[in-house]
């Protein structure tokens, strides 16, 4: 088929599309162009996307193994470990014309040749006459022995696999995502584990109220400094934490307590290491990448895949499946994918929205359809799925159905907004802020595309930069965060605007909802992973959960604040509930008020001027009551309006609402109000 069969959906939503028409059916043929291809060569995309099942070092239900390596510039293939004493000529594999290398080690008394937890590296014979030790890139457990040294691939194959107890949760109604790295969830100065993870902090999360958690920094990485982005072994999960079977029941543990698990799925890049990494896997160093400039990130010191080739392909589809069928993910944030998408790689490029910067011979159509292949596949043969994609560029129909000609993820993150926060906290004073730039920001999305909001993640606790508490209260939180002391002026405003931020950009920023580990309850400092310029040191690359659980300390209230508005959605559904209705933003009064879900939220960010009897629009009559109040003495506000307060509507229209409210709406404070009739 020439023309996506649902074409017309996507014009429907934007019609303005139809302009590059050529542009979006180029693409669409393309991927059809594979598609068909896999269906006559490979039984179609689904089996062609089961690679790990063929590939690498697989072991039989027999005992027999199976080796299978794609190595384009080999000579010859050999397998060596500790299982044939490193003999480099005992065990020598058969080539076929595509470049694999195949071999087949029948299990001895019932036994595999390869034992469970033995190393094993590949002995290359390049065609010029080097010779390479590599390990398989589909290695599924890689384990580095001493400080500095290189990865080990070990052979993982227990004799008894892990017996999986719950069965996957529905996909949740409201998608509120909890990011998380499992290294640093613990306050100890120390790399944390699979297990501590998933008995200390999954229970954490679950009484929050999320219903997602989302794990960096998973697959495996040479670099921890690199925050997991710097990948070197793509199906196997990180051994610094803990072995396979401690990060199934870490997925395991989640799905008991109703939790999807999303993964961090990097497949824009990858790390440069050579001896235990993809690069120059063949001796070539366009085996999985680009040649030359087009094959490397500057910026990033990495190398780019090159999605035109077939055994790319093979290995990063089969990678979106390993995970979901051997460790029962439920789905994936793609990370970094601009520089995937554009041959600029998106350095130095500010995107204005124009639709030319989307459509030009700047874009990599084949990274595209890599895209369109892994979310079609992903979304037919695993319905539960959830896509989320990492684009600061603003592609149009990025979160639109294959079918209608988009590139097919769920959601898109709203990358905008924590800039947002971060340049009003660092340039303005508060009562410079622009009620219409907030506006602005947190409803500049495309209609028809879904969005994760967010005040902050990861990227803004990053040493270099702040986290919104710390931008708010700086070393004041060092001091003043008792609760046996009077709160000072900074404290007063940082607690206050904390709440206020996360309310505002959850209800009126996206249709999900993300926050980073500790930031929920406004954890102090930054994240700086052991390295050279800090003395290779812990102290930071943790998150000190310690805080929060002090009662003496005031983070409580804040974590109390999140929790009770993961509350209100879960009741209520805002998030889900189409976009909100805002009828007012007034830069004078400093207030933002809106509908949605059947709420209606008023948010003063006046440092000082307090409202009696204020008049808002409210759509639906009738007799509403305080949902949620950011000054609750429940979270240490000063309690200033009664939350058994009824409030009447008044028949008389007003900011475009059939009817009004009269309302005291104290400075720095955010209300949310429902029909309790």
């Not at 990485?221 to 051994?239: K, N």
């Not at 890049?269 to 120059?280: E, I, M, P, S």
């Not at 002090?550 to 929790?563: E, G, K, S, T």
């Not at 007003?654 to 720095?668: K, S």
Request: hydrophobic fraction near 35%; proline fraction near 4%.
């Amino acid at each position: 088929m020439d023309r996506p069969p649902e074409l017309d959906k996507l014009y429907a939503g934007d019609p303005y599309l139809r302009t590059f028409e050529s542009d979006i059916l180029y693409r669409w043929q393309c991927f059809s162009k594979l598609d068909r291809g896999f269906a006559e060569h490979e039984g179609g995309l689904n089996e062609f996307a089961a690679g790990y099942k063929t590939r690498g070092l697989v072991q039989e239900a027999n005992g027999d193994i199976s080796l299978c390596e794609w190595v384009p510039n080999a000579e010859s293939v050999s397998l060596v470990g500790d299982f044939n004493s490193w003999n480099e000529s005992s065990h020598v594999c058969t080539r076929d014309d595509f470049g694999n290398f195949r071999l087949h080690l029948p299990a001895e008394g019932g036994k595999p040749v390869v034992p469970h937890m033995s190393k094993y590296k590949l002995r290359i014979q390049t065609k010029d006459g080097r010779t390479l030790w590599r390990l398989s890139p589909w290695a599924k457990y890689t384990v580095q022995f001493s400080e500095g040294a290189d990865y080990e691939a070990l052979h993982w194959a227990p004799q008894k696999p892990y017996s999986w107890q719950h069965p996957r949760p529905g996909k949740p109604r409201g998608v509120r995502i909890y990011e998380a790295h499992v290294g640093i969830s613990s306050p100890e100065a120390k790399v944390a584990s699979y297990t501590y993870f998933a008995d200390s902090v999954l229970p954490r999360i679950k009484n929050l109220g999320y219903t997602c958690v989302e794990l960096m920094a998973v697959m495996e990485h040479a670099y921890y400094g690199s925050f997991g982005y710097h990948v070197t072994s793509f199906f196997a999960a990180s051994s610094r934490y803990g072995t396979p079977d401690e990060l199934k029941y870490l997925v395991d543990k989640a799905h008991s307590l109703g939790l999807y698990v999303i993964l961090d799925i990097v497949h824009s890049h990858a790390a440069r290491n050579v001896n235990d990494g993809l690069n120059q896997f063949d001796g070539t160093d366009h085996c999985f990448f680009h040649s030359g400039e087009k094959g490397a990130h500057r910026m990033w010191d990495s190398r780019m895949f090159n999605y035109t080739k077939w055994e790319v392909l093979r290995f990063l589809l089969s990678n979106l499946r390993w995970y979901i069928d051997e460790y029962h993910i439920d789905g994936f944030r793609y990370d970094g994918i601009t520089a995937m998408m554009y041959w600029h790689r998106g350095i130095s490029e500010g995107f204005s929205g124009d639709y030319h910067e989307y459509f030009n011979t700047g874009v990599d159509v084949d990274a595209l359809v890599y895209l369109m292949l892994a979310n079609r596949m992903l979304h037919q043969l695993y319905p539960f799925v959830i896509t989320v994609a990492e684009d600061v560029s603003g592609m149009p129909a990025l979160c639109r159905p294959v079918a209608e000609g988009g590139i097919g993820f769920d959601y898109r993150l709203s990358m905008a907004t924590p800039d947002m926060w971060i340049k009003l906290l660092k340039e303005s004073r508060d009562d410079d802020w622009s009620m219409g730039f907030i506006w602005w920001t947190l409803t500049n999305r495309r209609v028809h595309e879904k969005c994760i909001a967010y005040a902050e993640s990861h990227d803004q606790a990053l040493v270099g930069d702040k986290t919104l508490s710390f931008w708010l209260m700086d070393a004041e939180m060092y001091v003043n965060m008792s609760t046996i002391s009077e709160r000072t002026v900074v404290i007063d405003r940082g607690l206050a605007l904390h709440k206020m931020i996360r309310l505002i950009t959850m209800a009126l920023g996206g249709e999900a909802y993300l926050t980073f580990i500790g930031n929920e309850f406004g954890h102090p400092e930054w994240l700086d992973f052991p390295r050279e310029g800090n003395g290779f040191s812990y102290y930071y690359a943790r998150r000190q959960m310690n805080l929060v659980d002090d009662p003496l300390l005031r983070y409580q209230y804040l974590r109390d604040f999140d929790r009770d508005m993961q509350l209100l959605e879960e009741n209520h559904g805002f998030l889900t509930a189409g976009r909100a209705f805002v009828s007012r933003k007034h830069d004078g009064d400093k207030l933002i008020v809106f509908e949605r879900g059947g709420l209606l939220f008023v948010c003063n960010f006046h440092p000082s001027k307090s409202y009696t009897h204020y008049k808002v629009g409210v759509e639906r009559p009738g007799k509403y009551r305080v949902a949620l109040d950011t000054d609750s003495k429940t979270y240490d506000g000063y309690g200033r309006v009664d939350p058994s307060t009824d409030y009447f509507t008044s028949a008389e229209p007003w900011d475009g609402r059939d009817h009004a409210l009269f309302l005291y709406v104290p400075a720095r404070v955010a209300l949310v109000f429902s029909r309790s009739d």
